[in-house]
């Protein structure tokens, strides 16, 4: 049994990163024979893509997918530590499946993900959920054939859970979600080390992938006729910071953009390294997406340094006056934590004003909840809930004033769209993202799904826009 270690976990050290190569072993490409799994996913979009990481070495093991977790032999929960909600949710579920064992002790419960790397989430299993049969961590997760053959044989909980710097693992399977779109990890990890966040002892040490790596797999997704990468990171404007070479996002995204792929997303990106040219090349090439994700958490400059962000409110405002000033048409969208610890109301009335200049495309806004073992957990916090509750509720009115206004803008536009898939609601027949990330509803024909077409914005609404594809 291997349980996290926050002081393990937090130390960053000069070591060169080992990289590692994934191999599953021939015997073990049975395990699964004639068993199904079921996989459930909270989180970001790096949670998601480990998921299709797990799903693929879940399937090389013989494993089919079942849609039900009551049906399902193996269920397994890939867990999201950033806020409190996403851990209700994963133990939440944790309680369902307790009775499901109940009923059925022969099924087999795991958990990975960030939650794996809590010291505390790891002592409430051992405690309460006895019914979890394995878990492991994500600086393990290609072990996990390894860690479910050690349950399988022994019966026996098992726990596997590195607390270290990281290393970097090449060749891991991957089963995609979309065949049009596609994730490519291009860094793990972050040293930033944000006074709320927990994602430095949950992820690891800030460790870039080598570019060679990457360009291969984005080379191999041209050739099979993806249309869109999005490069994953904790922070991807770091890319390159610890590698030896003088090489960085900048340098990365060109490269990226000359494999002509059709589309490149990236996120999510740290303010404090958003580089002058890294701004000009996504201007330059017309293959990145002008959608940048932008988070600045407050608009006080006070409670950003409380926060460890780095960066003054003037300093934002200047990178994002600068943005919109070179990148022609650019969409930019943030998160915003309203009620952090010592929060006044004038802090967050600074928070609104920066709002009203920015305007922002779209933003994810959140009341802060503390995390385990974080500096910020530790803070004194005298606001009410409610008085929290309350900015929230202002801070929404004032976004989706600008949600609004800036889909009406779109309206009349004829946009280039990447048609995802069939809509369920009945409505429309089609639903896809521009490039500037807009969702947009439209009829059309099932055909074009998988294809960049041309489609005219007819209507705008707070959250999406609707169309009307170009014949």
């Known amino acids: 049994m291997q349980l996290p270690n926050y002081k393990e976990a937090s130390i960053r050290s000069k070591e060169r990163v080992v990289k590692e190569q994934y191999k599953l072993p021939i015997e073990d490409r049975e395990l699964g024979k004639n068993k199904t799994y079921f996989l459930k996913t909270y989180g970001c979009q790096m949670n998601e893509h480990d998921s299709e990481n ?229 201007a330059k090439y017309p293959n990145i997406m002008k959608a940048i994700h932008l988070p600045v958490q407050s608009g006080s400059s006070r409670i950003l340094r409380k926060m460890g962000r780095r960066y003054t409110k003037e300093s934002y405002l200047e990178l994002f006056d600068k943005i919109k000033k070179t990148v022609p048409n650019v969409s930019i969208s943030t998160d915003i934590i309203v009620g952090f610890p010592g929060e006044e109301e004038e802090d967050f009335q600074e928070t609104l004003d920066l709002v009203r200049h920015c305007k922002f495309d779209n933003a994810f806004t959140f009341i802060y909840s503390p995390r385990e073992n974080t500096p910020a957990s530790r803070l004194t916090d005298n606001t009410p809930l409610e008085v929290k509750e309350k900015r929230l509720q202002e801070l929404n009115q004032l976004v989706n004033q600008y949600f609004l206004e800036n889909n009406q803008k779109k309206v009349g536009n004829i946009e280039k769209v990447l048609v995802e898939g069939k809509n369920e609601n009945g409505k429309t027949d089609l639903y896809g993202y521009t490039e500037t990330n807009k969702l947009i509803n439209f009829n059309g024909s099932s055909e074009t799904i998988g294809k960049i077409v041309d489609v005219k914005v007819i209507d705008a609404k707070t959250w999406s826009l609707d169309g009307e594809i170009c014949e």
């Open 54 to 282: 797990i799903q693929a070495m879940l399937e090389e093991m013989g494993f089919k997918e079942s849609e039900n977790y009551e049906h399902a032999d193996l269920i397994l929960l890939n867990t999201c530590s950033i806020r409190e909600n996403a851990h209700n949710k994963a133990f939440g579920m944790l309680g369902r499946l307790k009775h499901l064992k109940q009923e059925k002790p022969d099924i087999i419960i795991g958990l990975c993900g960030c939650m794996a790397q809590e010291e505390g989430v790891i002592q409430e299993i051992l405690t309460r959920y006895p019914q979890v049969n394995f878990v492991f961590g994500t600086h393990n997760l290609h072990r996990l054939p390894i860690v479910l053959k050690k349950y399988m044989d022994t019966n026996h909980q098992e726990i596997e859970v590195f607390s270290k710097e990281g290393n970097l693992i090449e060749g891991m399977p991957v089963k995609r979600m979309s065949p049009y779109k596609a994730y490519v990890n291009i860094i793990y990890g972050c040293d930033k080390f944000c006074t709320y966040c927990i994602v430095p002892y949950t992820r690891g040490k800030q460790r870039s992938r080598r570019k060679e790596d990457i360009l291969q797999e984005i080379e191999e997704l041209v050739k099979e006729g993806y249309q869109e990468v999005t490069l994953l990171g904790q922070n991807v404007n770091a890319y390159g910071k610890d590698l030896e070479e003088n090489y960085g996002m900048e340098d990365l995204l060109e490269d990226v953009a000359k494999t002509n792929i059709p589309r490149i997303r990236f996120m999510t990106s740290h303010p404090w390294d958003f580089t002058d040219k890294m701004i000009e090349v996504i």
